[in-house]
């Protein structure tokens, strides 16, 4: 069954070449949204699958979006990456050669899906360095801290505080038992919750499989974080010039909230509606699978909050409910011809989300 599988993974690999085709010349590429990145890594001389080859996605300005890591059998998967702007895939591994390959959004397919087969090659064997205070599970741990993310440490039955990472170590203290080091202060692994499919899960319970003793079992702690210990949703970002990448201060930034009435619009805007319906049917739609249940639907946006980008170009707006959001700009006035980015954000949980959309201004 994996040879039929792995088959047909190679033959896309085939068809959609990562590191010729889709390369993009430094001042193309787009902003698109993608649902899951999937795919599996090779050994270029073997084809053996690849374990603990960390997968890195970087935006256009070499910002780290999300990373995860490869399973026994050489697969990963990623859900809800979100918005890209010139996505850049970075591949490590050790006593391999790195590899870097963009994604375009003409790799996704109907669902807006992109599966790769990626090989990689290894150093000569006199180039080889034996890394000994590397683990698997040390790896794997680090793979849910991602700079510039949040996790939840819960506290008490009652609370948990946020945390927004600036730096990660995972330590190995004794064989299969590790603590979480984030912003230089060290964390219960059986305390750290983080994000997991739109929920907080404990990391320990991720873990279970890779640590020496029942740690998320023995503490009796829940394998999700209630929702209300969770903050409101933040949807957050820069704005900055993409030549330079120098941030820029005093652009007016403006969230709109779509509105939620089962009425019709008119008008000649272009956000006027087609079609409004409940969005509660709109997230129902949204979940089936079947492509010809899916309907596409334009909505009417009111303005929810407003914000001005700050002396390091950055932004943040906090929501509390679920919804279709969308962010606008005014750019100041040198940079007002030119302006990349203006995303319709899906919000599916009013609390504990952490949405990131950068701004590229251009002169």
């Known amino acids: 069954m994996f040879k039929i599988v792995l088959s047909f993974l190679l033959l896309i690999s085939a068809t959609l070449s990562q590191d010729n085709k889709f390369i993009l010349p430094p001042d193309k590429g787009v902003e698109f949204k993608l649902n899951t990145l999937s795919g599996i890594v090779l050994d270029i001389e073997t084809g053996k699958p690849l374990m603990d080859v960390i997968?890195?996605?970087?935006?256009?300005?070499?910002?780290?979006k999300h990373s995860l890591i490869t399973d026994e059998d050489g697969t990963f998967s990623k859900n809800n990456i979100g918005y890209l702007w010139k996505p850049r895939i970075h591949l490590s591994l050790d006593n391999y050669q790195r590899k870097h390959f963009t994604i375009a959004p003409e790799q996704r397919d109907s669902l807006g899906n992109i599966k790769i087969v990626q090989e990689i090659v290894p150093l000569p064997e006199n180039e080889r360095i034996i890394n000994l205070n590397r683990s698997t599970i040390t790896k794997r741990a680090e793979t849910f801290f991602i700079k510039g993310n949040v996790f939840y440490n819960l506290k008490n039955k009652m609370t948990a505080n946020k945390i927004i990472i600036k730096s990660i170590e995972a330590i190995e203290t004794k064989p299969k038992y590790i603590s979480i080091k984030v912003n230089g202060k060290m964390y219960d692994v059986a305390r750290c919750y983080v994000p997991q499919g739109g929920k907080y899960e404990n990391l320990s319970f991720i873990l279970k499989s890779l640590l020496s003793k029942p740690i998320f079992k023995d503490s009796r702690l829940p394998v999700y974080l209630p929702e209300y210990?969770?903050?409101?949703?933040?949807?957050?970002?820069?704005?900055?010039?993409?030549?330079?990448?120098?941030?820029?201060?005093?652009?007016?930034?403006?969230?709109?909230?779509?509105?939620?009435?089962?009425?019709?619009?008119?008008g000649n805007d272009s956000l006027s509606v087609t079609k409004i319906m409940p969005m509660a049917e709109y997230f129902a739609n949204l979940d089936k699978k079947d492509k010809k249940d899916r309907k596409l639907y334009k909505f009417q946006f009111n303005t929810f909050e407003r914000r001005v980008s700050d002396e390091n170009g950055k932004f943040a707006f906090t929501v509390n409910r679920p919804g279709i959001y969308q962010i606008d700009i005014k750019p100041p006035m040198k940079y007002s011809n030119s302006v990349w980015g203006k995303p319709n954000i899906l919000v599916k949980y009013g609390r504990g989300g952490w949405y990131k959309s950068d701004f590229i201004l251009k002169p």
Do not use: Q, R, Y
């Open 55 to 64: 997968i890195e996605i970087f935006t256009g300005n070499k910002i780290l």
């Open 229 to 266: 210990m969770l903050e409101p949703t933040v949807i957050f970002g820069s704005v900055f010039d993409p030549e330079n990448n120098v941030p820029i201060p005093g652009a007016e930034l403006v969230l709109s909230e779509a509105w939620n009435k089962n009425t019709s619009f008119s």
